[in-house]
């Protein structure tokens, strides 16, 4: 199984600053035929399900806040917050669907500092 | 639009059994291969079960296999779970997933309390 490694497990930032989340698989997620990095970010608040924010590693979701990014390939990814907001409180999971199992990382959870 | 939606869950004893079903539309659903992933509440998001497009092949984690069948049924865009011999740690928000739409695309979930 592809192990996904989230780091920081939690996170404190003051409105307005960068929030950076780093994510490690433990293989290479990159699909050579498409040459796509097959790694998602979802946000998930308290009481709803994950909401995609991020696939193939650096595409946006259509209707997400161009704050949000993702950068990274091959086995190290990061998903930035550019400035962080009130509503982004939530916990933050990056996912590899390169193979079976899916994994996901262990989330992280950001909060206002 | 692409949606998901699932039903099915509820209360259920220990031993017994539940099956949820995951409504598709928006989309070509015999097209894609899908996924049930689960979530104990509070804690992380863990990959339960695949199918392919047709039904004919399926895949399960080792913590479900022999108790849980995955299956689709096409000519009604509905993916299923049957849930046998449930156990207490059975007890999660269960989503249904596709990934082969350019972005992956989840339910709003369904939740399972396994309690006597």
């Known amino acids: 199984d592809i192990v996904m490694t989230q780091s920081p497990d939690s996170l404190a930032v003051s409105l307005g600053e960068r929030a950076t989340i780093n994510c490690k698989s433990s293989?290479?997620?990159?699909?050579?035929?498409?040459?796509?990095?097959?790694l998602a970010w979802y946000q998930q608040k308290p009481g709803q399900p994950p909401k995609v924010l991020i696939y193939?590693?650096?595409t946006r979701e259509s209707g997400v806040p161009d704050r949000f990014s993702g950068s990274g390939s091959g086995t190290d990814f990061t998903l930035t917050i550019s400035s962080l907001q009130a509503e982004d409180v939530a916990v933050y999971y990056c996912q590899q669907y390169y193979t079976i199992p899916l994994t996901f990382g262990g989330g992280t959870k950001v909060e206002i500092k | 639009e692409v949606q998901l939606v699932e039903s099915g869950g509820g209360l259920v004893q220990p031993g017994g059994s539940l099956r949820l079903s995951c409504a598709a539309s928006?989309?070509?659903?015999?097209?894609?291969?899908m996924h049930w992933v689960r979530q104990v509440p509070g804690k992380g998001l863990v990959w339960v079960s695949r199918?392919?497009?047709?039904?004919?092949?399926?895949t399960y984690a080792d913590s479900v296999k022999g108790r849980f069948t995955i299956s689709r049924d096409n000519a009604k865009n509905t993916l299923y779970l049957q849930m046998n011999s449930l156990r207490a740690e059975d007890t999660a928000v269960y989503y249904c997933a596709t990934y082969g739409l350019g972005s992956p695309c989840w339910g709003q979930g369904t939740l399972v309390t396994v309690s006597s």
């Open positions: 193939w590693a650096s």
């Open positions: 199918i392919n497009s047709d039904g004919t092949g399926t």
């Open positions: 928006g989309f070509t659903f015999s097209s894609y291969f």
């Open positions: 293989q290479s997620i990159l699909y050579s035929s498409s040459n796509k990095n097959t």
